[in-house]
């Protein structure tokens, strides 16, 4: 399956990674390529320039919006929650009817040390990205862990659950078959439609403020029950 | 230790039980005291009159909520996140200030078969409720599960989490005790101030779809590291 990966920060990196080394044909899009290749110091946050990684993922082809989406059988929107909307508008309504359209994003906005959501409560970004792309088919997933545990959850010690929302039960079922056998999930709790995909988004609060006490974003949730 | 629980749902009454089986001396708060005892009928849940419960709990004396107030050297706010401020009101500033009150409340909203809640994201039930009394040592914890979990952990297969915010340290050392010597909890987190209930309030539109999804709310979440 042709990938394309909207988004080249850590998510988007670290997902490109995976899926290139699973066999599929992947592209990682920016808004200006030759401007993300030319970056050599390392990002606000600290990681390495894009180059950087992109040397040592030489199959992984970079691209502008519309060219990966256009590439992309199956598209994900690994962007900060920010950027999102404009970005899907700059990949093009075109490149994505009918697609998959995978969203990992959140949409937080760090503030003066304070972290809120720009979109919450009776609405999310999901929803807005798959009303401003009604022919695409949304799936919100994997925006509730860290980007090394989306793609290699046995890492942590024990079982731990990643959740689907989405319209399309058909798109759902695609995506739950690429996390179970490609990432090696294997608990996939199917919410619901995807006005489900509030309660994953506002769970980001708290997400955040566990990662602060344990000191570690390593982590995940497990559903215990009787 | 007096304890004075406001609410005479479900949870207050699943505390207040706990509490008086433990050997505390405890009342149990309504707007009218006489009009609560006097009702035969279901309520509009399904759930016996709280006659019928206050007749297997003679232990737990009914009062309203300014005697149930004062009565405790411990308050509990288990009345309806919709309710609050006004109850805490008719309770009484004077027979709040100084002591710890421990609010396990939501601030959900039921309207057309949808739940939102009615303060999120840049604020919370618990910081309105510690603004309105700012004497009281505000302590928000318990009110990311149903009320039997509450009281009796054990009841789930594997150890599982509650957290505990609030201002005041001393306050949540105490409600920690509490939770583990009272009702058996092993894993407290204290995830910080009290504005660190925003993400434990926002955690609940998960939680109500998790419960849809499960079939049941007997279920609470792990944390799972490596």
Not at 40 to 49: F, Q, S, W
Not at 126 to 153: D, F, S
Not at 211 to 223: Q, S
Request: proline share 4%; hydrophobic share 45%.
């Amino acid at each position: 399956v042709n990938y394309g990966v909207l988004g080249t920060g850590t998510v988007g990196q670290t997902l490109s990674a995976k899926l290139d080394e699973l066999g599929h044909d992947v592209m990682i899009g920016t808004r200006d390529v030759e401007q993300t290749l030319a970056r050599t110091g390392p990002d606000r946050l600290g990681n390495p320039p894009f180059s950087a990684w992109h040397e040592q993922h030489p199959g992984v082809k970079p691209g502008s919006f519309a060219e990966t989406a256009a590439h992309g059988e199956i598209v994900i929107n690994a962007t900060n929650g920010q950027a999102t909307l404009s970005v899907l508008e700059a990949a093009g309504a075109d490149n994505l009817n009918g697609k998959i359209l995978i969203d990992v994003a959140n949409p937080l906005v760090f503030s003066q040390g304070k972290m809120t959501l720009s979109v919450c409560n009776d609405d999310s970004l999901a929803e807005q990205i798959q009303r401003a792309h009604p022919k695409a088919r949304v799936v919100k997933t994997l925006n509730t862990m860290t980007a090394r545990v989306m793609v290699n959850p046995a890492m942590l010690a024990e079982d731990h659950v990643v959740f689907v929302s989405g319209n399309d039960a058909e798109a759902k079922a695609s995506v739950t078959a690429l996390l179970k056998d490609g990432f090696g999930w294997k608990s996939v709790v199917d919410l619901g439609d995807i006005t489900t995909a509030r309660g994953v988004e506002m769970f980001l609060p708290l997400w955040v403020q566990l990662m602060g006490v344990m000191g570690t974003p390593l982590f995940n949730l497990k559903i215990v029950q009787r």
